[in-house]
């Protein structure tokens, strides 16, 4: 594979800005070629729904910004949208958990639950952050504007806290059935890149 496609695969899958240092460690490959091969990147991606992107010194994939009307006037839809009872109980869970992959919601809920996450997100309601002891999975966390909506000044102060928390541990520590996660029949919003690692 050309090293201007591995550059598109590790950013696509990263899902978030890299510096060139980080780059040329992840392609064990020289800052000047790394460097032309971002280049030859940038100029395929020219006219297309998805860029390249560049700040000072990091780089990130992108949507295009002639695709701006057309994305703000969809994430102006889903903000209008009333949360659904699959939503609700995804954000139950991020917020007894207070941290979380996507992989656990999805063994809680027992369904995929990719479109109900990128919604929360889209709404402010939950981040994102990689986890530092694994850093191909995302953990989703409650924002402070959450906290801030249902009038609470920390996950202390939610109802039921410690018997909650403790049935997600017995769940999370219950043998693990082999049952295929089914796809979710609601709330399903624009699709977006989405790397490998937050699908985890």
Not at 1 to 18: C, S
Not at 113 to 138: C, H, M, P, Y
Request: proline share 4%.
């Amino acid at each position: 594979m050309k090293l201007d496609n591995q550059i598109e695969a590790i950013l696509f899958w990263k899902g978030e800005p890299m510096t060139l240092p980080e780059l040329c460690r992840a392609l064990k490959a020289p800052s000047h070629e790394v460097k032309k091969a971002l280049d030859i990147l940038k100029e395929s991606l020219k006219g297309r729904g998805i860029g390249l992107i560049q700040t000072e010194d990091e780089y990130a994939l992108a949507t295009a910004p002639e695709a701006h009307e057309l994305l703000e006037r969809l994430r102006k839809e889903e903000l209008s949208r009333d949360l659904g009872k699959a939503a609700l109980e995804t954000l139950s869970i991020v917020l007894y958990k207070g941290q979380v992959s996507r992989r656990d919601i999805e063994y809680i809920r027992g369904v995929n639950s990719t479109a109900i996450l990128r919604s929360l997100l889209i709404r402010g309601l939950v981040e994102r952050k990689q986890n530092e002891s694994d850093e191909r999975v995302f953990l989703y966390h409650p924002t402070v504007e959450l906290m801030s909506l249902l009038g609470i000044a920390s996950a202390d102060e939610l109802p039921e806290l410690i018997s909650v928390r403790a049935e997600l541990e017995a769940l999370k520590a219950s043998p693990l059935v082999e049952t295929p996660v089914v796809e979710e029949d609601e709330e399903k919003t624009l699709d977006e890149p989405l790397s490998e690692a937050e699908q985890e």
